[in-house]
């Protein structure tokens, strides 16, 4: 049975289940649902706690088999936990997982809660976790991401009683928070907790933007993936903070450069698609463009000319000599000046579609 996070609440009042299998990229998430489920046990007599850590490919499974059947003489009901750092069990972690599930069915004295790391599609069609999923309970935990982070940071801010000024002056604070933590759940979490200690609650708790501008650290961690998200939606401000944050962190300029010209390759091959008859689903599949960059692409390749595209794959051809030592006649010599350059001008191109739907549309909303 698969469950939501947002749904452990109300799953809780109705009583807890013997397995539990979480599995995603967000630590922060997993391990705060991790903790209500074992204060939820405490609480109905899950005294006893054992831990499994499976490393390397020669694991003793026989031990948390084991386990799961055992019990001391003061405990009459225990937590189990096996955590799969790796997520990839192995053949024997396979056939014990599927023995494990099986055994959970109806017992009321073992709580299983086993902990995996994101999954791709094949391993969660894998027996074992289709084993899990059948006898227990799967919970999946997606990344917070960009968009809807100073969202999350807002709720964590009135779990604590504290929250920002209405309207723009709000916004504005938010957005400033989440880019300054943004790739890093687990720190934008302590911040949040360092406001409540440096703020306490007096009043209407309401956070201004200068006492979250002296109290919120930079500790944003940039992806290269997620670069390319930002780029393709057009947004040129966040996009070189990226570039900066990538520079920061020790990012090599070759694969900053491999993922902004991937993503130009990749559009001209769905370009040339689309222009001999393939359907835009189609095409994009074929060229293995899915989530949020099929959306991205569905709204950008439409509006963007045979011209640009060139224009585009000319100057990633020249960066990726500059990034290697070359020199290019107008173009600066640093690699990370050019890579700036070369997201703006695809950042541009990008951004040509909305404002072109915007101008149809004018100001009455409709064209």
């Given amino acids: 049975m698969q469950m939501a996070p947002a749904q452990l609440t109300e799953h809780l009042k109705r009583g807890l289940k013997s397995l539990y299998t979480l599995h995603g990229d967000e630590p922060l998430l997993v391990q705060e649902f991790a903790d209500a489920l074992r204060a939820a046990a405490r609480q109905r007599g899950y005294t006893e706690r054992t831990v499994h850590t499976v490393a390397g490919a020669h694991f003793d499974w026989s031990e948390v088999l084991a386990s799961g059947g055992s019990l001391s003489l003061f405990a009459d009901k225990q937590i189990v936990e096996v955590r799969i750092p790796s997520g990839k069990p192995g053949k024997d972690g396979s056939v ?53 982070l100073p969202q999350w940071i807002a709720q964590r801010l009135q779990l604590q009683g504290q929250r920002v000024a209405n309207g723009e002056e709000g916004q504005r604070t938010l957005q400033f928070f989440a880019d300054r933590v943004e790739g890093n759940l687990l720190a934008a979490h302590q911040e949040i907790q360092k406001l409540a200690l440096l703020y306490p609650v007096t009043g209407d708790g309401i956070l201004s933007f200068d006492q979250v501008e002296n ?67 189609m095409a994009l599949r074929e060229n ?67 404002r072109a739907s915007a101008g149809r549309a004018g100001p009455g909303g409709r064209g």
């Fill in 96 to 148: 014990a997982l599927q023995q494990l599930a099986e055994r959970a069915q109806g017992d009321d004295s073992t709580l299983t809660l086993v902990m995996l790391p994101r999954l791709d599609g094949a391993t969660t069609k894998g027996a074992w976790f289709g084993a899990l999923e059948s006898f227990g309970v799967t919970v999946k935990f997606e990344p917070i991401d960009r968009r809807t």
């Fill in 288 to 354: 293995r463009v899915w989530g949020a960059k099929e959306k991205l692409y569905e709204r950008v390749l439409p509006g963007m000319s045979d011209a640009a595209l060139a224009k585009l794959l000319d100057a990633a051809q020249k960066v990726d000599g500059i990034v290697k030592g070359l020199k290019q006649p107008d173009w600066p010599t640093s690699g990370w000046q050019s890579l700036h350059r070369l997201a703006g001008m695809v950042c541009e191109q990008c951004a040509a579609p909305s």
């Fill in 215 to 281: 109290a919120v650290l930079n500790v944003a961690r940039y992806d290269v993936f997620k670069l390319s998200e930002a780029v393709l939606g057009g947004h040129a401000i966040r996009a070189a903070r990226m570039i900066d944050g990538l520079q920061s962190e020790g990012e090599s300029e070759v694969l900053v450069h491999w993922a902004l010209a991937e993503d130009i390759r990749s559009m001209k091959r769905v370009r040339d698609a689309i222009q001999a008859g393939r359907p835009m689903p």
